[in-house]
């Protein structure tokens, strides 16, 4: 990348990015290498004259070239105080700390003090503004911090817009981004936002304001659950004399089941005859080797808890004849082992339910071998709860569970039925939500 090259922003806007800090300070620097004019501030004086010499505050690749070129450009200057600022923009990005409070909560005082400076400084600002937090806040910071702290104030739209980047490589993640997200009530505000990146290789998502906090949250905890399952199989190859590195190298080659979308959407529990068997031998291996994998251990209890919400959930039904979509740990297949719906359905009847059970792959005659074993052992009078039709079973429940993802030819029946429904796999198209089942196997 080489500096001073921006060709010139269509639209380009006035703003302040409050916060010089990692994020603050890159963000600024790249705004205005893209063409907007930006007013960086910060409380700490240091920061500021360090940018206003041309210098980037911290070490950061990249960082201080885009800086001077800002300066020298008349696109970027930065200030310490906030009521200087506030009347020369339109857009207000916040990218204070939100450090962690001793007991691991978010600590919002620098966003809330940034936030009750602008609610005065607004009370004599006739102009509407837009405030985008990029800060990382939990789901409703926006609403409660930002929002109801600028109740009082007029044509004030609050997007969120958190940030991707990541320190060593902050100025490349900013030009080149792996997301954009912009989360808001305001479609305008969420536009105009969006559009100060418009230059950027990269497709805007746009969505609600809480889900753009969550989103954050969720990749971040993506990330280190990704390096904790990569440290512990690399722990487990090294204690077999196993290189780690190969194992993982080649495991992300399949980019269908491992690098890809498959699985990563909420849905029921897992289960089948592969997933918990192989989960329960590798952590009896480990035991014996004496390692401690506190994520691996941890998945198969996950999935208990998960079925357990499951079961909760069918039990607050207000019906009194539920019909469950089917009884296979997923779709296109009869395999009942450890099939989560088989445990649903045996803890189901010992509490009194009434159920009827239909499986587009299953008749209770024809299951045999391990199948027929443990659906007896799990559940001896099943047969009588089977019910072989699904327009039959839908005509006698008063509430259907799905716990299995329909074929298109059955989503159509059970939408047609207007029957209410608990979607565990969130699997129905309108008026539920729409998503793959999580099952493996
Ligand atoms: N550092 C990262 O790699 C990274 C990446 C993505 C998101 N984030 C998130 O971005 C936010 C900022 O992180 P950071 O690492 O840049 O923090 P930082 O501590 O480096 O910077 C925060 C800056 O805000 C300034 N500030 C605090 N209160 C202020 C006020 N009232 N007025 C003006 N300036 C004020 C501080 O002086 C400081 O310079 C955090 O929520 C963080 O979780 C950080």
């Not at 505050?57 to 800002?70: D, H, M, Q, T, Y």
């Not at 930065?78 to 700390?97: F, Q, W």
């Not at 198969?300 to 469950?324: F, K, T, W, Y």
Request: net charge negative; glycine share 8%; aromatic share 6%.
């Amino acid at each position: 990348m080489t500096v001073g090259d921006s060709s010139p922003f269509p639209h380009p806007e006035r703003i302040a990015v409050v916060g010089l800090g990692y994020v603050g300070c890159v963000t600024a620097a790249c705004l205005a290498r893209l063409g907007h004019q930006v007013i960086g501030v910060d409380r700490d004086e240091f920061k500021v004259k360090t940018v206003l010499d041309g210098d980037a505050p911290f070490f950061e690749p990249g960082l201080e070239e885009i800086v001077k070129a800002g300066l020298a450009a008349g696109r970027l200057s930065a200030s310490t105080s906030m009521a200087e600022t506030l009347p020369r923009v339109d857009v207000v990005l916040i990218c204070v700390g939100t450090p962690s409070a001793k007991n691991g909560n978010l600590g919002l005082d620098q966003l809330r003090r940034v936030v009750e400076e602008i609610a005065i400084l607004l009370r004599s600002r006739p102009q509407p503004l837009t405030i985008a937090v990029r800060s990382t806040v939990y789901p409703g910071t926006c609403e409660e911090a930002v929002m109801g702290a600028l109740a009082s104030s007029h044509d004030i739209s609050v997007v969120s817009n958190p940030e991707f980047l990541r320190e060593g490589t902050a100025v490349k993640d900013f030009m080149e981004p792996s997301l954009l997200v912009v989360g808001g009530v305001d479609r305008e505000a969420v536009r105009r936002v969006a559009a100060l990146y418009a230059s950027l290789p990269v497709e805007p998502c746009l969505v609600s304001l809480r889900t753009a906090e969550l989103i954050k949250y969720a990749c971040n905890a993506f990330h280190a659950v990704k390096i904790a399952f990569a440290n512990e199989v690399g722990t487990l190859a090294a204690n077999l004399g196993i290189d780690g590195a190969e194992v993982m190298d080649t495991l992300c080659r399949d980019t269908v089941l491992n690098i890809s979308r498959t699985y990563l959407k909420p849905g029921f529990a897992f289960g089948g005859s592969c997933l918990p068997k192989d989960l329960r031998a590798l952590m009896y291996r480990a035991a014996r080797l004496d390692l401690k994998l506190p994520l691996l251990e941890s998945v198969l209890p996950s999935n208990g808890h998960h079925l357990e919400r499951a079961l909760q959930a069918v039990m607050d039904l207000p019906a009194r004849r539920i019909g469950v979509f089917g009884l296979a740990f997923k779709e296109n297949t009869d395999d009942l082992r450890e099939s989560p719906v088989v445990t649903l359905l045996e803890q189901l009847i010992g509490k009194g339910r009434n159920l009827r059970v239909f499986d587009p792959h299953i008749l209770p005659q024809r299951i045999y071998g391990s199948n027929q074993q443990y659906l007896l052992t799990a559940i001896p009078h099943i047969e009588k709860l089977f019910e072989p039709d699904l327009g039959r079973m839908l005509a006698w429940s008063d509430h259907l569970v799905i716990a299995q993802k329909p074929a298109p030819e059955f989503a159509r029946l059970i939408l047609a039925s207007g029957l209410p429904v608990l979607d565990l796999v969130s699997t129905i198209p309108a008026p539920q939500p729409v998503a793959e089942s999580a099952t493996g196997g």
